[in-house]
């Protein structure tokens, strides 16, 4: 699982800042956070997540490694924080859209996702690991998947579980949209949906077993010589750690 988040700091000792305005280093704290994440995601899909090393990361990144460390401790940080990065990517992805259209662009982008493919092809372990997760987590993913598509937790969960088998058996993009069209008639709206036009989900509510499920598990890869694995601190709190380490 993800770690506990930590504590809010308390405002009264936080500086003033003016609403809306952005200072430049915090800019480009953004930028280069999200340019490290695009060359991790190219980095496990050239070499999967056992084979990449923070300084494969940083490579792919185009940065030194002393800046990989900037951000992040470890390997297995930067796996944990790009997985968080595509879930809400694939949140707005599915907000955005109709029904049928979100859950064929869920399915194509799980099923063409080039890390993916790299574990299912060279690491499956690793793939299992990850999509293996325990009650809490499966129903926080539902919950998310829910709000996306606008439906009620057992519809939510139905699709989920589809979209897990897709992550491990992508098949072709016409069988995942053909299908995509045929669940969607099956899922049911939320009762506290509104402004969605017609309803969707023209089958009945059918209850759904619970059980492990897509994308969330813990990423523990493996630590390469001179990482010290996940620390247990929250992505994102890492800014300005001390000196990095001296690249090997």
Same mark, same amino acid.
């Given at each position: ?77 930067? $796996?944990?924080?790009?997985?968080? $990065? ?72 139905? $699709? ?25 008639? $099956? ?62």
């Amino acid at each position: 699982m993800f770690p506990t988040p930590v504590r809010p700091a308390d405002p009264s000792r936080v500086p003033a800042h003016a609403p809306g305005a952005h200072t430049r280093g915090g800019n480009a704290m953004g930028r280069t956070r999200l340019g490290l994440l695009a060359g991790a995601a190219r980095a496990f899909a050239e070499r999967g997540l056992r084979g990449s090393t923070m300084q494969s990361v940083a490579a792919a990144a185009g940065v030194a490694k002393a800046t990989l460390y900037n951000h992040f401790r470890t390997k297995d940080e930067v $796996a944990r924080v790009l997985l968080a $990065a595509e879930l809400d990517r694939l949140a707005a992805l599915a907000a955005g859209l109709p029904r049928d259209r979100a859950l064929a662009s869920l399915s194509d982008e799980l099923g063409a996702h080039p890390v993916l493919r790299r574990l299912a092809e060279s690491e499956p372990d690793v793939l299992t690991s990850l999509l293996a997760v325990g009650p809490d987590r499966w129903a926080e993913l539902t919950g998310r998947l829910a709000a996306a598509l606008r439906v009620d937790a057992d519809s939510a969960d139905l $699709a989920g579980r589809w979209l897990l088998g897709v992550v491990l058996q992508p098949g072709r993009s016409t069988t995942r949209h053909r299908l995509a069209a045929r669940l969607t008639t $099956a899922l049911v709206e939320a009762p506290d949906a509104v402004g969605s036009g017609e309803r969707e989900g023209a089958g009945e509510d059918q209850p759904v077993g619970t059980g492990p499920g897509v994308a969330g598990g813990e990423v523990t890869v493996g630590v390469e010589p001179g990482d010290e694995g996940i620390d247990g601190r929250v992505a994102g709190h890492d800014d300005g750690l001390q000196d990095p380490p001296p690249d090997a």
